[in-house]
């Protein structure tokens, strides 16, 4: 089939790159997540348009009155009881795993997820940045520093950090939120370090995640795009899979297991 041997040629073309690659970095969107059964935001079945887009605010409410903030979250959690539920129930997919495999074969330096579900962790991945934070964390408003959402205590809103005394916020990026600023410096210097920069399931159009391939590129650093849609970064790419992550990612594995050194 003609498809197939273009998937199989551009797999082949991937691991080579990997293989030669000596610091690799994947930028991982919300088409990994999804393969997990995680609803996305948009779309026909997207939680915004089952509930309604959600405020553009928040940071700014927070901002305003972190304890009514953190009352309204505790108070609206059943209606998202759903999503959470997704999230709690989710496991890493093949696509987590073999990001994960990769690492430990020393092929994939590190990941920079703007999913916030912790697949990566519990699939083994080791070296993460997470842009959009983690759902299971609360991070310190002034600090930095960073909890286990489970092991705050609510009896007192808003939390405060034990480290300095500061308001403490889910770690969950909000609309009009900065990214966390240890966050976005480590995705700089991994974008300066890598040799080979991966995209997976993401458009990459939304700052700052959109930035970090297009500066890889424009050092000649080469992509490869994973997705099963045709993204604003599919002319940038030296290599382009047009499929899932859990069907491309262990094939990539598989190849570099059995050796590209041939080819
Ligand atoms: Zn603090």
């Not at 405020?55 to 304890?67: H, I, M, Q, R, S």
Request: glycine share 8%.
């Amino acid at each position: 089939m003609h498809q197939r041997d273009e998937l199989d040629r551009a797999i082949e073309a991937a691991a080579r790159e990997m293989a030669r690659a000596s610091h690799a970095v994947a930028l991982v969107g919300a088409g990994l997540s999804a393969e997990s059964g995680i609803p996305t935001f948009r779309g026909g079945e997207g939680l915004w348009t089952k509930l309604g887009e959600p405020t553009f605010d928040g940071w700014e409410l927070f901002n305003e009155d972190p304890a009514a903030w953190w009352q309204r979250a505790i108070d609206f959690k059943e209606e998202f009881a759903d999503f959470n539920r997704a999230i709690d129930e989710a496991r890493p997919n093949p696509g987590h795993l073999a990001m994960a495999d990769l690492e430990a074969m020393g092929r994939l330096a590190h990941v920079i997820t703007q999913n916030i579900d912790n697949l990566h962790q519990r699939a083994g991945s080791r070296h993460i940045t997470e842009i959009h934070g983690n759902r299971y964390l609360v991070r310190c408003m002034s600090c930095g520093s960073r909890d286990r959402l489970e092991s705050v205590r609510l009896d007192r809103l808003p939390p405060l950090c034990p480290e300095c005394g500061g308001f403490m916020k889910n770690d969950t990026v909000m609309f009009g939120e900065p990214i966390p600023e240890d966050a976005l410096r480590e995705c700089y210097r991994q974008t300066a370090l890598c040799d080979l920069f991966l995209v997976v399931g993401t458009s990459a159009v939304v700052y700052p995640a959109a930035e970090f391939p297009v500066m890889a590129c424009r050092r000649g650093v080469p992509l490869i795009e994973i997705n099963p849609e045709e993204t604003p970064l599919s002319g940038l790419a030296e290599v382009v899979i047009r499929a899932s992550a859990g069907e491309s990612l262990p094939a990539i594995v598989e190849r570099l297991k059995a050796g590209t050194s041939r080819s």
